[in-house]
């Protein structure tokens, strides 16, 4: 579905992501963890088509969409949740809603619309509300339903549990799952490593700006040693 | 009583025009992060437009809506020869490339047409008062409350109801994200253009047809009222534009009514010193540009 080969992005002279290379199968849940400052986020970002990378390759569903435009990135199926949310805070919560269904006829968007707030009720009832307004659990979930409404082939999601209390971080966990039941094939950076290792198929590690290790999900949270040496978390449970 | 209501529509009437004028620099403001100082151009350029064409026997009601198209197709045309190419550019840059383009085309009427005024019939109903009471109203100021109303109504319908509104909106407040949603940047971009072209071409026709005249500096005076009243609302801010033109409008109406004789000529040089003591007060303009704080 989602293919990177040899990517490599720079700001100035820094190089943020070296030669990364990953895959990302249809129906599959990758995520992605490292430190802070890994490059994580760049990474992202260069394959939403935010930033252009200086070398390698982007292929999604077999075309060659390296360095196009994240509009357009987005009409060939690839949505982002961006670090931070970035929610349009002057804006009411359906207003989020219907910018993320920009691309879609406007039939289809009133159908997606519907079926986000089925899959996230508390957004049902502040629909109308301004969105700056509302609080960390619930912008999450509207950062999330507003890139599902593009109706994405895949989703990436930069640290969706960011900044949230416990209970709310379980709720994002608990999503994640259920977009994996329905078939969603998401890319995934987080920094709650064990707990999305828990729900994950698949994973890579990250560390200045290399992948470091990939495999199965399970294979690598019992790797002790992975969390010592790059994720500086003993356990990993932190 | 009667007084300072003809003169609060005086103030209406100077101001609503004003208002349309700023609206198109932060509708500009707002996506590209460019003050246009090349905003009067579109006026220069319909205000030769206008000579032309009573020159080939059109009258106002011809000239008018062709106003208003001469206009989008002066801003579009500008954004895509100058602005397109200086996009993501520090902001002084942009800055300086619309002073380029300000000077430039002024140049072009200086070199290619000339660099005197050229004076054209005025509509005959510009002078024309009614009488309601003690009351004595310009038809004028009231035709251009009512276009300015008019305007300002069908672009808030344009902006909060359309999802070409919501676009431009979501790209004001956060272009990367507004494109991570499949917004296209030329798109949005030419789109507020073509809406600063119709806000400022209905004002250049009521501009115009008190001026009547069309000279390579018609669109200067314009220009700096639009910006002022453009950073008096608080730059970005759209309401803000439209309050800042009508209370710049206004201001400006009370003193040259309440300035002493033979000191009108000061009410430019008070209205600045009025809007350096707001910025002392009030830096960021009359209205907040207010971002909520993301959790
Ligand atoms: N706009 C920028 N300009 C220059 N350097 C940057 C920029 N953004 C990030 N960097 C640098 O690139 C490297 C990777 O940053 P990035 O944000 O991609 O890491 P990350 O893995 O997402 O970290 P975090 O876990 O903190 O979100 C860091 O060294 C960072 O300082
Ligand atoms: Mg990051």
């Known amino acids: 579905m989602l293919d990177i080969e040899s990517l490599i992005t720079r700001y100035g002279t820094i190089t943020a992501v070296r030669d990364v290379a990953l895959t990302v199968q249809a129906g599959e849940v990758v995520c992605l963890i490292g430190p802070n400052g890994a490059g994580k986020t760049t990474l992202l970002a260069t394959i939403a088509g935010l930033l252009k990378p200086s070398a390698g390759r982007v292929t999604l569903d077999n075309k060659n969409v390296t360095g196009w435009a994240p509009d357009r990135m987005l009409r060939a199926g690839l949505a982002l949740v961006p670090e931070h949310r970035r929610i349009f805070s002057d804006f009411t919560v359906r207003e989020n809603l219907l910018v993320g269904g ?40 509207l950062a999330i339903g507003r890139a599902l409404m593009s109706d994405p082939a895949v989703l990436l999601m930069d640290e969706p549990s960011l900044g949230l209390a416990p209970v709310l971080v379980e709720q994002v966990f608990d999503l994640i799952t259920r977009l994996r039941i329905s078939g969603r094939t998401l890319f995934v950076v987080e920094q709650n490593a064990q707990r999305m290792l828990a729900v994950a198929d698949r994973a890579y590690v990250m560390r200045s700006g290399e992948i470091v290790a990939d495999g199965p999900a399970a294979q690598l949270a019992a790797r002790e040693d992975l969390f010592e040496t790059y994720l500086g978390q003993s356990g990993g449970n932190a | 009583m009667i007084e300072l209501i003809q003169q609060i529509i005086d103030g209406l009437g100077r101001g609503g025009i004003y208002a349309l004028l700023a609206l198109g620099i932060a509708v500009i403001f707002g996506v590209m992060h460019l003050i246009n100082f090349a905003h009067g151009e579109l006026i220069t350029v319909s205000a030769y437009t206008s000579y032309w064409l009573f020159a080939s026997g059109f009258n106002w009601w011809f000239i008018a809506p062709t106003v208003i198209v001469v206009a989008v197709l002066t801003a579009v045309i500008i954004e895509f020869v100058a602005f397109r190419w200086v996009r993501g550019a520090p902001d002084f840059t942009m800055l300086m490339t619309s002073f380029g383009v300000h000077f430039l085309v002024q140049a072009l009427f200086v070199m290619y047409v000339s660099a005197n005024f050229r004076q054209f019939p005025r509509p005959g109903w510009i002078f024309d008062t009614w009488r309601i009471g003690d009351l004595s109203l310009e038809v004028f100021d009231l035709a251009v409350i009512a276009a300015t109303l008019v305007t300002l109504l069908g672009t808030y319908w344009l902006l909060q109801r359309t999802m070409f509104g919501v676009s431009l909106r979501a790209a004001a407040e956060d272009f990367d994200t507004a494109r991570l949603m499949g917004i296209r940047s030329n798109r949005v971009i030419r789109g507020a253009f073509v809406l600063s072209g119709v806000l400022a071409g209905v004002a250049a026709i009521f501009w115009l047809m008190r001026s009547g005249q069309a000279g390579p500096t018609a669109g200067l005076n314009p220009m700096l009222k639009g910006v002022l009243a453009a950073l008096i609302g608080g730059l970005g801010s759209l309401s803000g534009a439209v309050l800042g033109g009508i209370t710049l409008g206004l201001v400006e109406v009370l003193l040259i009514s309440r300035l002493p004789g033979g000191t009108a000529g000061l009410t430019d040089g008070i209205v600045f010193l009025l809007i350096a003591l707001l910025f002392v007060f009030r830096p960021q303009g009359l209205i907040t540009v207010r971002r909520v704080e993301r959790v």
């Open chain 1, 102 to 141: 920009v691309t879609q006829p406007a039939s289809r968007r009133q159908e997606l619309l519907d079926e986000m707030v089925t899959l996230f009720p508390v957004l049902k009832e502040r629909l109308s509300a301004q969105a700056g307004y509302l609080s960390g659990g619930e912008a999450q979930q």
